[in-house]
């Protein structure tokens, strides 16, 4: 029977990949206690001007900083989730903590995923050199990739360049756009186009065949923000101001 998503994994893959992130994307939001809002400090300065320079309610404002703090998290998800993709495709499989993302199951391919093309400073853009070239050495058939899902462009081409003064190249270390990638591993062109297609209709297959409960979308770092308020009177800015600062010079008296 044909799948009814894509061609190259399975359905039951797929909606376990889905899966995978959902119960991330409920980690994420049931980790955001006040204490972990306030883990890497609120910047309040900036929450005042974008309170009064986009007219944003205070409260819809920790909202979205909430959310931005979740945002770093799922991040790494959602690359997590496109190893898990590829890795479901016949013939290739997961690194596990191996040093290596994707792999060949015949040892032709090795490959490390990042989401995004600009998650990379120079020292770790080295590094990563150094290890695919290490891996294509040891493999003599293997070709090597550093995959960016989410590139600037849609390419296939040797890597090769100056990275921190040293000029780096390998005639089977290669970099890679995510498109071009989905494409290499599955033989279909369009790949990556058809996984983005059908995501909204596998999503909301998968929600529909799982129990939710209404807690599960919250988090608490608002309420126990909010909480404060009613005890100290303050306004929300000034809570988290003073629950940040309030050993700063003068912001005692909040």
Known sequence: MANKYVSFISDE??????DVLYNAYLKAKKNITKKSFYSNKVDTIKLTFDSKFNEIDESKLIDTELLRQMDKSINNSIGTFHEQILGGIDGFEMGNLSGFDIKAIDNSLFADIKNKHNTMNSSSSEALFQKLARYADDNKTAKCYWVQILAKSSFYE?????????????????????????????????AFYNLYKILPSAIEDYLKSIEIEPSEAENSALKEILDETQKSKRTIIDQVTFENFGYYLGFDTL
């Open 13 to 18: 893959h797929l909606l376990n990949c889905i």
């Open 158 to 190: 040797l890597w090769r360049g100056e990275i921190n003064g040293k000029e780096y190249s390998h005639s089977r270390v290669y970099k890679i756009s995510g498109d071009q990638f989905y494409a290499l591993l599955t033989g279909e062109e369009k």
